[in-house]
C-alpha cells in the first residue's frame, strides 16, 4: 500500500473520533436558545424601586421563539413585570422587558426565570437595604464627639457658678413625680397638672377666695372619682394662695402616715417642717409635749431627742405652767400655742391645709383624721381642704358608724364641692391637645369609645402612642391606626367581644353588615367602633389578627378607667390562677392532638426499628438514648444526620414519648415549612403556625410559647432559608420552652448533639429476609446487600413499602445496587421517557448533588434544569421526571419540592453510570 494511503487512514479515524466526542456539545450549540444579556447579580437598591423601572435584556441566538420570564424567590412580590414579563425575539435578535416594583416593595434575594420552547435561564436578583446612616454619614460620630465634649464643659462651668441661697417662705405638696412638661411628640406625664387644661380656673379662683375670707373654722371637701382632677385643682388653688399675704398653706398626704398611732402627730411635723421651723426652740418644746401627752415618740425619735430629755423638758413646763389642767385641755392649748408660734413666725394670720388622697388609706384612718380635724384643728385660723373620692369616704364611715353617711359628713365638711363634669366640648379640646400628629386619625374612635375623664383620657393615649409606633416599626401591612385604636379599647372596654374576636379575627368585618340593625350578642362599645370604623378612608377590616397579635402585651388599664359609661369594677380582672388553670386544659387538649398527628404520620414504636444514635461520641441503639436528654431541666437538642437516616422519625417519636408521660413541657412536633416566616419576630412564627396546624387561639398560642409550656420539636432545619437560620437558632437556644431541631447543619452551639446513624443492620437484614421469605425468594439471590446500606431507615421503607420489585428479581444472584439502580431506570423510561434521557438525567442529578455540599436539591435548581435538559428532558418536563424517579423508588420528596436520593450508596451509583 502507497505510504500516501497509510498516512490519511489514522488521519480519518482521529477526525471521526473527535466529532463522536465534541458530538453533544454542538447540539447543545445548535439548540441554543433565548438566554439573559447579563449574567452577573442584579442589584436594585431598595430606596430607588418604588419609582425606577430596569430593562432586561434578552438575547436570542437561536431561531424565533416566544419567551416568558418570571420572578421567582422571596422578591416575587417586590417586583413584576410589565405586559407579563412575555416578549418575542427573532432569530439572532434581541429583547427587553421591563422590571417594575411590586405589590410589597422589600429587600430580599431571588431570579429572574427565563423559560422558552429551547430551555431555561436564570438571572440572580437582589433587592438591597438602603447603607447604614453611619456608613452615608460618615461625619455625624464626629460632631456628636464634639457636641458632647462641650456639653460636658458647660455643664461643669455652670455647676461651678457662685449661687445665692433663698429661703422659700412656704412650700407645696411633697414631689410627686415631675411636673408635666412638653411630651415632644410621645407620652404625656400622668401627673396632676398645675397648668389648667380643662378650663376650670374659675372653680379655683372661687375656692381660694372661700378659703382666704371664709370666716373659720372651715372644712372644704373637694369630691369627685379617681381622675377627675381633684389633686390638680388643689393645686391650683394652692398657687392662688400663694399670693395671698395673709396665708400660709401646707400640703398633707395622710395615706403616707396610715401607719402612725394618731393622724395628729404626722400632721404637725408636715407643718412644722413645710414651714422651716424645726430649729425654733418654743416650737420644738412644745412638739415634745405633745408627743408625750398622746403618748407617742415618733416626732421625738425624728427630733434626735432622747427620751430623759424630753421627759425632763414636760416636767418642767408641766410645773411652770399646765400642772392642774386635764390631758385633753392641755393636747387643745399645746396644739393652739404651736399653731399660733408657726404663723407669727411665718407673718400670717390663717393657715390652709391641704389634705389630698384621703381616700387612699383605711377605713379606720380616714375617720381617725375626720375626728382629729373636728376635735383638735376646730379653730378661728385653720382651714383644711381635702381632695376625696366620696364613694371610699361614705364606706369608710359606714362601717365605723353605722349612722347616716350624711349627717356625719355635714357636721365634719362645711363646704362640698363637687368636681365639675367633663363637658363634650372641653372632652374634645382636651383630646385633641393630647393627640400627636402620629396618631391624630384615631380622635373619632377615640370620642366614641372613651370615657370622660382626664387621667382615663391621658393613659390610653399614651398606651396608644407606643404601639403606633410599635405597629410602624414591625411594618404592619396594611396598617391603620384607627384600627389599633378600636381594638385596644374593645381589648380593655368589652372583654367578652374581644375574646370572641380572638378566637376568630374575621368577626369585625362581619359585625360590619349588622351594624345598622341590633346585632345580637354584641356590647354597645363594640357596635359603635364598628359604625365608627366604616367612616374611615380603610373601612371596618376583614382581619384584625395582626392588630391582636400587637396589643396582646401592652399595658391594660382597668375597663372602667376607660369605657364610656361603665361603672366602676364592672369588669374584674382575670387572675393568674385562672389564667393557669385556662391554659392547663388548653395544653391537654394540646398534647392529644400532638399524639393524633404523629400517630398518622409514623407506626407504631412496637413496629418501628430501634435507631443507632451517637450520643456524646459513644453509638448507642434504642430511643432511651434519647430520653435522658429530653429529661433535663431545660432541653435544647440538635438530632442530625445525613439524609434517610430517619431523623424525622425519630423526632415524632420523641413527640410521642412526651404526650404518653405528660411532661412538664407539652410537646410540639412541627415542620420547619408550617413556620410563618414572613414575620420578623421569632416567637410570631411559631404562634402562628399553631394557630395553623393545632387550631389554637393566637391568645392561647402566645401564652403557651412566652412561659415557656411547650417542647417544639422542629423537624427539617435545613428547608428553612440560610439568611433566617442562624436568628431562629439564638431565639430557640434563649427560649424559655424546649427545643429539640433536626437537620444536617453542623450542630450549633448551646444545644446537645445527637447524631442519627440509621437502624440497626442485624434488625433491618431479619426484616427484608422475613420480606423475601413471604415472597418464596431466598436472601441469597441478592448480593451485595452491606451494613451500610441496610442501617438506612429510608431505604428499608422504600423496599418493604412496594414489593413489586421482588416479583422482577431474576432467577440467578444479582447484585443489589446496580440492578436496582437499573431497574428503577426501567420504570422510568416505562412512564414515557427515553431511556437514554432518563440515563443521563439521573447520572446529571448525582454529579451534581455529590458535588455539592447538599444532597436535597430542587426541580428549580438552575444546574439541575440545565443537566436534565442537556440529557435532553425538556423544562415542562422537569416536575414529571423527578416525580416518575420516586414512584421508581429512586428518589424521596422530603419537602414540596425538595428531593434527595434513598441512599448515598445509590446516589453513586447513578453518578458513575455514564463515562
Request: aromatic share 6%; hydrophobic share 45%.
Given at each position: 500500500?502507497?505510504?500516501?494511503?497509510?498516512?490519511?487512514?489514522?488521519?480519518?479515524?482521529?477526525?471521526?473520533?473527535?466529532?463522536?466526542?465534541?458530538?453533544?456539545?454542538?447540539?447543545?450549540?445548535?439548540?441554543?436558545?433565548?438566554?439573559?444579556?447579563?449574567?452577573?447579580?442584579?442589584?436594585?437598591?431598595?430606596?430607588?424601586?418604588?419609582?425606577?423601572?430596569?430593562?432586561?435584556?434578552?438575547?436570542?441566538?437561536?431561531?424565533?421563539?416566544?419567551?416568558?420570564?418570571?420572578?421567582?424567590?422571596?422578591?416575587?412580590?417586590?417586583?413584576?413585570?410589565?405586559?407579563?414579563?412575555?416578549?418575542?425575539?427573532?432569530?439572532?435578535?434581541?429583547?427587553?422587558?421591563?422590571?417594575?416594583?411590586?405589590?410589597?416593595?422589600?429587600?430580599?434575594?431571588?431570579?429572574?426565570?427565563?423559560?422558552?420552547?429551547?430551555?431555561?435561564?436564570?438571572?440572580?436578583?437582589?433587592?438591597?437595604?438602603?447603607?447604614?446612616f453611619l456608613q452615608r454619614y460618615p461625619f455625624v460620630p464626629i460632631v456628636a464627639g464634639v457636641l458632647v465634649l462641650a456639653a460636658i464643659a458647660g455643664t461643669v462651668f455652670w455647676r461651678r457658678r457662685p449661687r445665692r441661697r433663698q429661703e422659700p417662705v412656704s412650700a407645696g405638696p411633697p414631689p410627686r413625680g415631675p411636673v408635666q412638661q412638653d411630651s415632644?411628640?410621645?407620652?404625656?406625664?400622668?401627673?396632676?397638672?398645675?397648668?389648667?387644661?380643662?378650663?376650670?380656673?374659675?372653680?379655683?379662683?372661687?375656692?381660694?377666695?372661700?378659703?382666704?375670707?371664709?370666716?373659720?373654722?372651715?372644712?372644704?371637701?373637694?369630691?369627685?372619682?379617681?381622675?377627675?382632677?381633684?389633686?390638680?385643682?388643689?393645686?391650683?388653688?394652692?398657687?392662688?394662695?400663694?399670693?395671698?399675704?395673709?396665708?400660709?398653706?401646707?400640703?398633707?398626704?395622710?395615706?403616707?402616715?396610715?401607719?402612725?398611732?394618731?393622724?395628729?402627730?404626722?400632721?404637725?411635723?408636715?407643718?412644722?417642717?413645710?414651714?422651716?421651723?424645726?430649729?425654733?426652740?418654743?416650737?420644738?418644746?412644745?412638739?415634745?409635749?405633745?408627743?408625750?401627752?398622746?403618748?407617742?415618740?415618733?416626732?421625738?425619735?425624728?427630733?434626735?431627742?432622747?427620751?430623759?430629755?424630753?421627759?425632763?423638758?414636760?416636767?418642767?413646763?408641766?410645773?411652770?405652767?399646765?400642772?392642774?389642767?386635764?390631758?385633753?385641755?392641755?393636747?387643745?392649748?399645746?396644739?393652739?400655742?404651736?399653731?399660733?408660734?408657726?404663723?407669727?413666725?411665718?407673718?400670717?394670720?390663717?393657715?390652709?391645709?391641704?389634705?389630698?388622697?384621703?381616700?387612699?388609706?383605711?377605713?379606720?384612718?380616714?375617720?381617725?383624721?375626720?375626728?382629729?380635724?373636728?376635735?383638735?384643728?376646730?379653730?378661728?385660723?385653720?382651714?383644711?381642704?381635702?381632695?376625696?373620692?366620696?364613694?371610699?369616704?361614705?364606706?369608710?364611715?359606714?362601717?365605723?358608724?353605722?349612722?347616716?353617711?350624711?349627717?356625719?359628713?355635714?357636721?365634719?365638711?362645711?363646704?362640698?364641692?363637687?368636681?365639675?363634669?367633663?363637658?363634650?366640648?372641653?372632652?374634645?379640646?382636651?383630646?385633641?391637645?393630647?393627640?400627636?400628629?402620629?396618631?391624630?386619625?384615631?380622635?373619632?374612635?377615640?370620642?366614641?369609645?372613651?370615657?370622660?375623664?382626664?387621667?382615663?383620657?391621658?393613659?390610653?393615649?399614651n398606651v396608644l402612642i407606643v404601639q403606633d409606633r410599635v405597629a410602624k416599626a414591625r411594618q404592619l401591612d396594611p396598617y391603620d391606626v384607627s384600627v389599633l385604636a378600636a381594638v385596644l379599647l374593645l381589648r380593655d372596654g368589652a372583654p367578652d367581644d374581644y375574646a370572641r374576636l380572638v378566637e376568630d379575627p374575621t368577626l369585625l368585618g362581619r359585625l360590619a353588615?349588622?351594624?345598622?340593625?341590633?346585632?345580637?350578642?354584641?356590647?354597645?362599645?363594640?357596635?359603635?367602633?364598628?359604625?365608627?370604623?366604616?367612616?374611615?378612608?380603610?373601612?371596618?377590616?376583614?382581619?384584625?389578627?395582626?392588630?391582636?397579635?400587637?396589643?396582646?402585651?401592652?399595658?391594660?388599664?382597668?375597663?372602667?378607667?376607660?369605657?364610656?359609661?361603665?361603672?366602676?369594677?364592672?369588669?374584674?380582672?382575670?387572675?393568674?390562677?385562672?389564667?393557669?388553670?385556662?391554659?392547663?386544659?388548653?395544653?391537654?387538649?394540646?398534647?392529644?392532638?400532638?399524639?393524633?398527628?404523629?400517630?398518622?404520620?409514623?407506626?407504631?414504636?412496637?413496629?418501628?426499628?430501634?435507631?443507632?444514635?451517637?450520643?456524646?461520641?459513644?453509638?448507642?441503639?434504642?430511643?432511651?438514648?434519647?430520653?435522658?436528654?429530653?429529661?433535663?431541666?431545660?432541653?435544647?437538642?440538635?438530632?442530625?444526620?445525613?439524609?434517610?437516616?430517619?431523623?424525622?422519625?425519630?423526632?415524632?417519636?420523641?413527640?410521642?414519648?412526651?404526650?404518653?408521660?405528660?411532661?412538664?413541657?407539652?410537646?410540639?412536633?412541627?415542620?420547619?415549612?408550617?413556620?410563618?416566616?414572613?414575620?420578623?419576630?421569632?416567637?410570631?412564627?411559631?404562634?402562628?403556625?399553631?394557630?395553623?396546624?393545632?387550631?389554637?387561639?393566637?391568645?392561647?398560642?402566645?401564652?403557651?410559647?412566652?412561659?415557656?409550656?411547650?417542647?417544639?420539636?422542629?423537624?427539617?432545619?435545613?428547608?428553612?432559608?440560610?439568611?433566617?437560620?442562624?436568628?431562629?437558632?439564638?431565639?430557640?437556644?434563649?427560649?424559655?420552652?424546649?427545643?429539640?431541631?433536626?437537620?444536617?447543619?453542623?450542630?450549633?452551639?448551646?444545644?446537645?448533639?445527637?447524631?442519627?446513624?440509621?437502624?440497626?443492620?442485624?434488625?433491618?437484614?431479619?426484616?427484608?429476609?422475613?420480606?423475601?421469605?413471604?415472597?418464596?425468594?431466598?436472601?441469597?439471590?441478592?448480593?451485595?446487600?452491606?451494613?451500610?446500606?441496610?442501617?438506612?431507615?429510608?431505604?428499608?421503607?422504600?423496599?418493604?413499602?412496594?414489593?413489586?420489585?421482588?416479583?422482577?428479581?431474576?432467577?440467578?444472584?444479582?447484585?443489589?445496587?446496580?440492578?436496582?439502580?437499573?431497574?428503577?431506570?426501567?420504570?422510568?423510561?416505562?412512564?414515557?421517557?427515553?431511556?437514554?434521557?432518563?440515563?443521563?438525567?439521573?447520572?446529571?442529578?448525582?454529579?451534581?448533588?455529590?458535588?455539592?455540599?447538599?444532597?436535597?436539591?430542587?426541580?428549580?435548581?438552575?444546574?439541575?434544569?440545565?443537566?436534565?435538559?442537556?440529557?435532553?428532558?425538556?423544562?415542562?418536563?422537569?416536575?414529571?421526571?423527578?416525580?416518575?424517579?420516586?414512584?421508581?423508588?429512586?428518589?424521596?420528596?422530603?419537602?414540596?419540592?425538595?428531593?434527595?436520593?434513598?441512599?448515598?450508596?445509590?446516589?453513586?451509583?447513578?453518578?458513575?453510570?455514564?463515562?
Amino acid at each position: 500500500m502507497p505510504s500516501g494511503r497509510r498516512t490519511l487512514l489514522p488521519f480519518c479515524l482521529v477526525v471521526a473520533a473527535l466529532l463522536a466526542l465534541l458530538w453533544p456539545s454542538l447540539r447543545a450549540h445548535a439548540a441554543a436558545g433565548p438566554e439573559f444579556l447579563e449574567q452577573d447579580q442584579l442589584s436594585i437598591p431598595l430606596e430607588r424601586l418604588a419609582t425606577g423601572t430596569w430593562q432586561i435584556t434578552v438575547i436570542n441566538p437561536g431561531p424565533a421563539a416566544d419567551v416568558e420570564i418570571r420572578v421567582a424567590g422571596s422578591v416575587s412580590d417586590a417586583l413584576a413585570l410589565k405586559d407579563g414579563g412575555h416578549v418575542r425575539v427573532g432569530p439572532g435578535g434581541t429583547g427587553t422587558v421591563t422590571l417594575v416594583a411590586g405589590k410589597r416593595p422589600h429587600a430580599g434575594t431571588g431570579q429572574l426565570v427565563l423559560i422558552s420552547s429551547a430551555g431555561v435561564d436564570r438571572l440572580r436578583v437582589a433587592v438591597t437595604p438602603p447603607a447604614p446612616f453611619l456608613q452615608r454619614y460618615p461625619f455625624v460620630p464626629i460632631v456628636a464627639g464634639v457636641l458632647v465634649l462641650a456639653a460636658i464643659a458647660g455643664t461643669v462651668f455652670w455647676r461651678r457658678r457662685p449661687r445665692r441661697r433663698q429661703e422659700p417662705v412656704s412650700a407645696g405638696p411633697p414631689p410627686r413625680g415631675p411636673v408635666q412638661q412638653d411630651s415632644k411628640g410621645f407620652t404625656h406625664s400622668d401627673e396632676p397638672a398645675q397648668v389648667d387644661g380643662l378650663r376650670r380656673e374659675e372653680y379655683a379662683r372661687h375656692l381660694a377666695e372661700l378659703a382666704r375670707y371664709a370666716s373659720p373654722p372651715m372644712v372644704i371637701g373637694v369630691f369627685g372619682e379617681w381622675g377627675t382632677g381633684k389633686t390638680s385643682m388643689l393645686m391650683q388653688v394652692r398657687d392662688r394662695l400663694s399670693k395671698a399675704p395673709e396665708c400660709a398653706h401646707v400640703w398633707f398626704a395622710p395615706w403616707r402616715h396610715q401607719y402612725d398611732d394618731n393622724p395628729v402627730l404626722p400632721l404637725l411635723h408636715v407643718i412644722v417642717k413645710d414651714l422651716r421651723l424645726e430649729r425654733r426652740h418654743n416650737v420644738q418644746r412644745t412638739l415634745r409635749t405633745i408627743s408625750d401627752v398622746l403618748g407617742s415618740l415618733v416626732l421625738s425619735t425624728s427630733l434626735k431627742v432622747n427620751l430623759s430629755d424630753v421627759r425632763q423638758s414636760i416636767q418642767d413646763y408641766d410645773s411652770e405652767h399646765f400642772r392642774i389642767r386635764s390631758e385633753r385641755t392641755r393636747l387643745h392649748e399645746y396644739l393652739g400655742e404651736l399653731i399660733n408660734e408657726a404663723l407669727a413666725a411665718c407673718r400670717k394670720e390663717r393657715l390652709v391645709v391641704f389634705v389630698d388622697d384621703l381616700d387612699r388609706c383605711d377605713a379606720d384612718r380616714i375617720t381617725s383624721l375626720l375626728e382629729a380635724l373636728k376635735l383638735h384643728f376646730n379653730r378661728d385660723n385653720c382651714v383644711f381642704v381635702l381632695g376625696v373620692a366620696k364613694g371610699p369616704l361614705i364606706e369608710a364611715v359606714r362601717e365605723k358608724y353605722k349612722d347616716p353617711v350624711g349627717d356625719y359628713l355635714d357636721k365634719i365638711i362645711q363646704f362640698p364641692f363637687e368636681m365639675p363634669r367633663l363637658s363634650e366640648e372641653d372632652f374634645a379640646r382636651y383630646l385633641k391637645g393630647l393627640l400627636t400628629d402620629e396618631i391624630r386619625a384615631a380622635g373619632g374612635m377615640l370620642k366614641c369609645g372613651l370615657r370622660r375623664n382626664a387621667r382615663a383620657i391621658k393613659r390610653f393615649v399614651n398606651v396608644l402612642i407606643v404601639q403606633d409606633r410599635v405597629a410602624k416599626a414591625r411594618q404592619l401591612d396594611p396598617y391603620d391606626v384607627s384600627v389599633l385604636a378600636a381594638v385596644l379599647l374593645l381589648r380593655d372596654g368589652a372583654p367578652d367581644d374581644y375574646a370572641r374576636l380572638v378566637e376568630d379575627p374575621t368577626l369585625l368585618g362581619r359585625l360590619a353588615q349588622e351594624a345598622d340593625g341590633e346585632p345580637d350578642g354584641w356590647s354597645e362599645l363594640a357596635v359603635n367602633i364598628v359604625r365608627e370604623l366604616r367612616g374611615t378612608p380603610g373601612g371596618v377590616p376583614n382581619d384584625i389578627l395582626a392588630y391582636i397579635d400587637l396589643v396582646r402585651v401592652s399595658p391594660a388599664p382597668p375597663s372602667s378607667d376607660l369605657v364610656a359609661g361603665a361603672p366602676p369594677n364592672q369588669q374584674e380582672p382575670v387572675s393568674e390562677l385562672s389564667r393557669q388553670l385556662e391554659l392547663r386544659a388548653v395544653l391537654e387538649d394540646l398534647a392529644v392532638d400532638v399524639r393524633a398527628r404523629v400517630d398518622r404520620l409514623v407506626e407504631d414504636d412496637s413496629r418501628l426499628l430501634e435507631p443507632v444514635v451517637r450520643v456524646q461520641g459513644e453509638e448507642r441503639t434504642g430511643m432511651e438514648s434519647l430520653h435522658g436528654l429530653l429529661s433535663r431541666e431545660t432541653t435544647k437538642v440538635f438530632l442530625s444526620g445525613a439524609p434517610g437516616v430517619g431523623k424525622s422519625v425519630v423526632a415524632a417519636r420523641l413527640a410521642r414519648w412526651l404526650a404518653e408521660r405528660r411532661a412538664p413541657q407539652t410537646p410540639v412536633f412541627l415542620p420547619f415549612g408550617a413556620l410563618k416566616t414572613e414575620f420578623r419576630e421569632y416567637e410570631r412564627w411559631v404562634t402562628h403556625a399553631l394557630v395553623a396546624e393545632y387550631r389554637l387561639s393566637a391568645a392561647n398560642a402566645n401564652a403557651v410559647v412566652v412561659r415557656g409550656s411547650l417542647v417544639l420539636i422542629l423537624d427539617g432545619l435545613d428547608t428553612l432559608e440560610q439568611d433566617k437560620r442562624a436568628g431562629f437558632l439564638k431565639w430557640a437556644r434563649n427560649s424559655r420552652c424546649g427545643v429539640v431541631i433536626t437537620g444536617r447543619d453542623p450542630a450549633p452551639s448551646g444545644f446537645d448533639v445527637a447524631e442519627v446513624l440509621g437502624v440497626s443492620a442485624v434488625e433491618a437484614r431479619r426484616r427484608l429476609e422475613a420480606v423475601l421469605a413471604a415472597h418464596k425468594v431466598e436472601p441469597d439471590r441478592l448480593l451485595g446487600l452491606t451494613s451500610e446500606l441496610m442501617s438506612s431507615a429510608l431505604l428499608l421503607r422504600v423496599l418493604t413499602d412496594d414489593l413489586a420489585w421482588v416479583d422482577a428479581l431474576p432467577k440467578d444472584p444479582v447484585d443489589f445496587l446496580p440492578w436496582y439502580a437499573t431497574r428503577g431506570e426501567q420504570a422510568m423510561a416505562a412512564a414515557g421517557f427515553a431511556p437514554d434521557a432518563v440515563t443521563r438525567g439521573l447520572h446529571g442529578i448525582a454529579r451534581a448533588t455529590g458535588n455539592s455540599r447538599n444532597p436535597t436539591f430542587s426541580g428549580d435548581d438552575a444546574d439541575i434544569r440545565t443537566r436534565l435538559r442537556h440529557a435532553g428532558i425538556r423544562a415542562v418536563d422537569v416536575p414529571a421526571f423527578l416525580r416518575a424517579a420516586v414512584e421508581a423508588g429512586l428518589l424521596r420528596e422530603a419537602t414540596p419540592q425538595a428531593y434527595h436520593f434513598v441512599h448515598p450508596l445509590l446516589r453513586k451509583q447513578l453518578a458513575g453510570a455514564v463515562g
